[in-house]
């Protein structure tokens, strides 16, 4: 068994940790990144709508 087999695995347990802090940040936060991201949608959206207007009101008529 060589020096470093210890290391790495506690290199990959530590980063399994680190991991699984994350998702649980973004999981208790998910209701807001959901909120966060519809209004961006609906923003972008909006912006499309504005830009295109002249061409949305050639097209219908």
Not at 10 to 37: K, Y
Request: charged content about 15%.
């Amino acid at each position: 068994m060589e020096w470093g087999s210890g290391f790495r695995f506690g290199a990959v347990l530590s980063f399994r940790r680190g991991a699984a802090l994350i998702t649980r940040q973004f999981a208790m936060r998910a209701r807001l990144i959901n909120f966060i991201s519809g209004l961006l949608l609906l923003g972008v959206g909006l912006y499309d709508i504005i830009v295109n207007w002249g061409l949305i009101k050639v097209f219908l008529g």
